[in-house]
């Protein structure tokens, strides 16, 4: 039961995906390769950056972490989690396991909000290519009010979301915290 | 490529932590398959979605829609496409300049650029599982808003 619920989701579109392929078998066999796919490029892209966070997890001690980006880090914590992010790469969904790990080792909830607003739109290789296709006017332009829109969208959620609602969020990462 | 960087620093990292210390070695590995584990369920069921959704909005259904409309309503038609696809980088820039070259609104095309980096409606699921379901839909709903006035800049700016 505790399976069937935890696997709602990918339960759900499978249904629908079967359902897909017994009346169109064509469309139905390339939304299940495509998904075959999906999973293959996962598999290729997720063991490393879970196998650093496991080891990051592990040597990095707490201080470090909330002395770089937690409270208190000011304009220092701001800039280095633009940097982190914009020097990763691949899809946003590879940033949600390392905000945990940034959650867990005690950095500022805003500070995680900028590092995923840069993981999304300010990753150096993604803008290098941008420039190639869409031209340098683009590229610049658009990186620079993202920089602008990325802290002000992250203040802004820091302010509306209240302490308790962000001890919540932090809660689910303590119980396995290393002290 | 970024792949290659990230297994090798990952293996030498191994090497190194193992020959430092064996046993926090040996609970980062637990860590790192813990937390993979947590998130697999919701890992699988967006990764459906996407072939699911991929596969029915192809490039070329979106490249039909975006040519044929302009002025807002074309803004926010692309908007909707770049909040649902998941289009890599590499293949969403080079459609994004053969759409310009034939005819599109730069602002309609920076809408969409934006909206397909910092919108996930597919990828909800997990962004909630990780944050909660009132900071994932702020996140969103934001950058929504957002990419329409990064979108009037670049048009002010791109000509």
Known sequence: MNFIKKYALFIFIMIIDISIFIMDKKLGTKIFISTKNNFLNMLAVIPPIFLLLGLLDTWVPRETIIKLLGEGSGIKGIMLSIFLGSAAAGPLYGAFPVAEVMMKKGAKFSNILIFLGAWSTLKIPMFLFEMTSLGTKFAVTRWIVDVVGIILIAAFIDRIISDEEKKMIYGKYENNRQV | ?159
């Open chain 2, 1 to 159: 490529m970024f792949t290659v960087v990230m297994y090798i620093l990952a293996v030498i990292f191994l090497i190194v932590s193992f020959f430092k210390d064996r046993k926090k070695t040996k609970m980062a590995l637990k860590k790192a398959w813990k937390s993979f584990e947590n998130i697999l369920p919701a890992f699988a069921g967006v990764l459906a979605l996407i072939g699911l959704v991929m596969t029915v909005l192809t490039p070329d259904i979106i490249s039909k829609i975006i040519g044929a409309n302009t002025g807002f309503l074309g803004m926010f038609l692309t908007s909707i496409i770049g909040s649902i696809t998941l289009i890599p980088g590499f293949v969403a820039f080079p459609l994004a300049a053969t759409l310009l070259q034939k005819g599109a609104g730069v602002m309609q095309i920076a809408v969409f650029i934006s909206t397909l980096m910092m919108v996930g409606f597919v990828t909800l699921p997990l962004e909630i599982s990780y944050f909660g379901k009132r900071v994932a839909f702020l996140r969103n709903v934001l950058s929504y808003i957002f990419s329409f006035i990064v979108a009037l800049i670049i048009g002010m700016v791109v000509r």
